[in-house]
């Protein structure tokens, strides 16, 4: 049944023939979806799995098309924060026998992560949050400099002290696993329509009773932001306001060459205009790289700059002299949707009922999806965990924002 809220909505928009088209379709949904992107699709399969009714909507003409298709691919559990950890672990679990569980080759490579250190500063660091990692199942250790250069052939000896290496984090091609995600979910009986941006989120007597789109009306109890960087404009218009602001990032990849190593690569000392760097060779034997610009660059511009290249290129080459004679292929830009402290919003909203939260990933939405999605299914379902619980109290949208995750 259509609400009273919904119903005015549409006529106050002229669109009452189009609602009561859509309407004698009988199509009925316990959850709609914004967004088919890196937390929406794999949300959307752990709701088919649980065959609760759910529709997915999203202005781009296919899954994984906005911020997506701009993620460098890589996926660890390698956080300094419990919630990250417990929910990337499962993320791992996923990519890493999906192609055995499904048959998709989502170019998944058990390459693990390595923090290279060549400063105590960062040594001390890297120590210090390793009781936390190992207590909530990391497989990581800090290693001597030998250690390091075995892990990354032809690394910069002098200095090294050593680092952190989690060899179970790895990496995978985020259109590959968005779409092989998205057939699963369809087989599963969940419905896409795409390009339908939505423009508003109708909220009656405090609570969301579905969305409007160019052409249709859509209800349903549950409305899941799912929307990334488009977040804030999409919950403004329930009146809601949440605390996400997209910042831009820079990535790039190579020509493929001859596999010589196979880990993220994470140098986290500070360089001009940057925070970090990272970098790793993927299953086709390209590299690829991204930096993080400090101080942060917010907005919506996703035009690529001069400065990227000479930005992160020299301090790759320094630190790995083998990547100086590889040509780089292509270059990109995407939108973090970025919170206060670098961790995820994910919850119920306290002010609109029905309405809840799965955004704010910081740019590590491919990786951190699958495991969200799981959660957010069962918190749908009223089946939540233990594990969930921890999960859940650290992504609150209404926690205290501090300092930002050590691991960022």
Not at 373 to 393: K, M, P, Q
Request: aromatic fraction near 8%; charge should be positive; proline fraction near 6%.
């Amino acid at each position: 049944m259509v609400s009273s809220a919904a119903w005015l909505v549409l006529c106050a928009m002229g669109r009452l023939g189009l609602m009561e088209e859509h309407v004698a379709k009988g199509k009925v949904f316990d959850v709609i979806v914004v967004g088919a992107g890196s937390v929406g699709v794999p949300l959307a399969l752990a709701l088919g799995a649980k065959k609760i009714r759910t529709l997915v909507l999203d202005n781009n003409a296919s899954p994984g098309q906005g911020e997506n298709k701009k993620a460098i691919g890589g996926i660890r559990a390698t956080h300094s924060d419990p919630a990250k950890i417990l929910t990337c672990l499962r993320s791992l679990e996923i990519f890493s026998t999906w192609e055995e569980t499904y048959g998709d080759n989502i170019e998944w490579l058990k390459g693990g992560y390595t923090f290279p250190v060549y400063r105590e500063v960062e040594e001390k660091a890297l120590k210090g949050i390793l009781p936390t990692q190992k207590k909530y199942g990391l497989n990581i250790d800090f290693f001597g400099p030998e250690k390091i250069q075995e892990v990354i052939p032809g690394i910069k000896f002098e200095g090294l002290l050593g680092g952190t290496v989690s060899a179970d984090d790895g990496s995978a091609s985020p259109l590959r696993s968005v779409n092989a995600f998205y057939r699963r979910a369809k087989e599963l009986g969940v419905t896409f329509s795409f390009k339908e941006p939505v423009e508003r989120i109708i909220v009656e007597q405090g609570k969301a009773v579905g969305v409007v789109t160019k052409n249709k009306i859509y209800t349903s109890p549950v409305v899941v932001d799912a929307a990334g960087p488009r977040s804030r404009e999409l919950c403004r218009t329930a009146g809601v306001d949440v605390s996400v602001i997209p910042d831009s990032h820079e990535a790039a990849i190579t020509e493929p060459v001859k596999p010589f190593f196979t880990c993220m690569v994470v140098d986290l000392r500070p360089g001009p205009d940057s925070k970090n760097y990272y970098f790793y060779q993927n299953r086709l034997g390209q590299v690829v790289f991204c930096i993080t610009p400090e101080p942060l660059i917010a907005g919506n511009d996703k035009r690529e700059t001069s400065v990227f290249l000479s930005q992160v290129g020299l301090r790759m080459v320094q630190l790995l002299p083998r990547l100086k004679n590889i040509r780089v292929r292509r270059m990109w830009r995407g939108l973090y949707p970025m919170t206060p402290d670098g961790s995820p919003l994910v919850g119920w909203n306290r002010e609109v009922g029905g309405l809840l939260h799965a955004t704010g990933m910081c740019g590590q939405g491919f990786m951190i999806g699958p495991g969200v999605g799981e959660v957010v299914a069962r918190l749908i379902e009223g089946r939540s965990t233990d594990e969930d619980r921890t999960i859940l109290s650290g992504f609150s949208p209404y926690r205290k924002f501090g300092g930002e995750e050590a691991l960022k």
